[in-house]
């Protein structure tokens, strides 16, 4: 009886656009080190004036731009997150018909708990890698690039502030970054 008292369950509805959003903030808030990201930025800024240098040469003596195909992939690689939440929406369309698209995410002392039509996913806390509060998602990561979001919607004030206090005590505070609690 105590044990379902200190559970905390949140059911909500998928909404493609909210899981392409919860998709994007995924994404945005991996972890990865700044070092990576920055040289990453360097190098593709870099591929793309040796591009641009070398399309503007063949142009220029008359002759079809080489590095054409290079021009359009580096164009293109901002898309690439948006595709990938696209075709996960797709796949979770699938997995879980219409009439069958409710989420439940549970918290307790012991772990989070995903549960949808085709299955469950229980995570104890020692396995979560990060814990990410934005403006409209609570992200678990359960590795460094991959999370399952909880709609801050489906929660009410208190709650919210529950699921703080929680995480905080649960999850080392090196990979917790929420918003400041007001009642903290």
């Keep these: 009886m105590e044990d379902k008292e200190r559970r905390r369950t949140?059911?909500?509805?998928y909404d493609r656009a909210e899981y392409l959003r919860a998709n994007r903030a995924i994404h945005r808030h991996a972890i990865?080190?700044?070092?990576?990201?920055?040289s990453v930025g360097v190098g593709l800024v870099l591929f793309g004036v040796f591009v641009v240098v070398n399309m503007a040469a063949d142009v220029q003596r008359g002759r079809f731009p080489a590095m054409l195909p290079?021009?359009?992939?580096?164009?293109a690689l901002p898309f690439i997150p948006v595709l990938n939440g696209l075709a996960a929406a797709r796949q979770w369309e699938k997995l879980n018909p219409s009439?069958?698209?409710?989420?439940t995410i549970e918290l307790d002392e012991d772990g989070f708990r995903s549960a949808t039509y085709v299955g469950a996913l229980e995570i104890r806390w020692a396995a979560v890698k990060q814990v990410v509060e934005t403006s409209e998602f609570l992200l678990v990561y359960v590795t460094e690039r991959f999370g399952y979001y909880l709609p801050i919607r489906a929660l009410s004030a208190l709650d919210l502030?529950?699921?703080r206090q929680l995480?905080?005590?649960r999850v080392d505070q090196r990979r917790v970054h929420l918003v400041k609690d007001a009642a903290a």
Excluded: A, C, K, N
């Design 10 to 13: 949140f059911p909500f509805e």
């Design 32 to 38: 990865g080190s700044r070092w990576m990201r920055r």
């Design 70 to 75: 290079g021009f359009v992939v580096l164009v």
């Design 99 to 103: 009439g069958h698209r409710t989420i």
């Design 161 to 163: 502030s529950r699921v």
């Design 167 to 169: 995480v905080r005590s």
